[in-house]
T-cell receptor
Framework: EAGVTQFPSHSVIEKGQTVTLRCDPISGHDNLYWYRRVMGKEIKFLLHFVKESKQDESGMPNNRFLAERTGGTYSTLKVQPAELEDSGVYFC?????????????FGSGTRLTVV | GQNIDQPTEMTATEGAIVQINCTYQTSGFNGLFWYQQHAGEAPTFLSYNVLDGLEEKGRFSSFLSRSKGYSYLLLKELQMKDSASYLCAVRSERGYQKVTFGIGTKLQVIP
């Protein structure tokens, strides 16, 4: 089966610009997560979708971040306007709904650099 | 709050055994994961413990003591390809699906 796909793999943008990250989970996985790793820090939870619904968005840093998962398939994470501290690697992961407990399947991440 | 501690770096010799420790203090506990992450790649699932004791899977084993808030990952017969970061992650009862990650232990295997 195809894995979790993230696009783009790298993005360099200027402060104040907008960037949209995309994640395609494994087909049939209801659970989709966004995590972020800032350099030198641990991977931190951003939010969790179950199908198209936001189950938990307690990790979203502020209202400059907007995540969507229309139709319960792929998800986008938009940062607008981007700030320097938003730089990091953004990981998406998915897991099936009923086969618990299982680990996530992660994508390779999007490395975002805000200059 | 949630706190997960693990050593940041370790070095071990090819063919040897290495133990990577993880201690945690979390608001609840509903399972502990270990992930392996090679540089520039996605973290990949290694193991899951929810009950006390040792889970063995080939060259890798993971141990959990809930009363001590402690886990370790044991890697036997180390190979050069085992050089990677090893991430400890805990799922707390609150936020059923969400896991909290440690910073990861970067393991270097030397000849």
């Amino acid at each position: 089966e195809a894995g979790v796909t993230q696009f783009p793999s790298h993005s360099v943008i200027e402060k104040g610009q907008t960037v949209t990250l995309r994640c395609d989970p494994i087909s049939g996985h209801d659970n989709l997560y966004w995590y972020r790793r800032v350099m030198g820090k641990e991977i931190k939870f951003l939010l969790h979708f179950v199908k198209e619904s936001k189950q938990d968005e307690s990790g979203m840093p502020n209202n400059r971040f907007l995540a969507e998962r229309t139709g319960g398939t792929y998800s986008t994470l938009k940062v607008q306007p981007a700030e320097l501290e938003d730089s990091g690697v953004y990981f998406c992961a998915s897991s099936p709904r009923d086969r618990l407990p299982v680990g996530y399947t992660f994508g390779s991440g999007t490395r975002l650099t805000v200059v | 709050g949630q706190n997960i501690d693990q050593p940041t770096e370790m070095t071990a010799t090819e063919g040897a055994i290495v133990q990577i420790n993880c201690t945690y203090q979390t608001s609840g506990f509903n399972g502990l994961f270990w992930y392996q992450q090679h540089a520039g790649e996605a973290p990949t699932f290694l193991s899951y413990n929810v009950l006390d004791g040792l889970e063995e899977k080939g060259r890798f084993s993971s141990f959990l003591s809930r009363s001590k808030g402690y886990s370790y990952l044991l890697l036997k017969e180390l190979q050069m390809k085992d050089s990677a970061s090893y991430l400890c992650a805990v799922r707390s009862e609150r936020g059923y699906q969400k896991v909290t990650f440690g910073i990861g232990t970067k393991l270097q295997v030397i000849p």
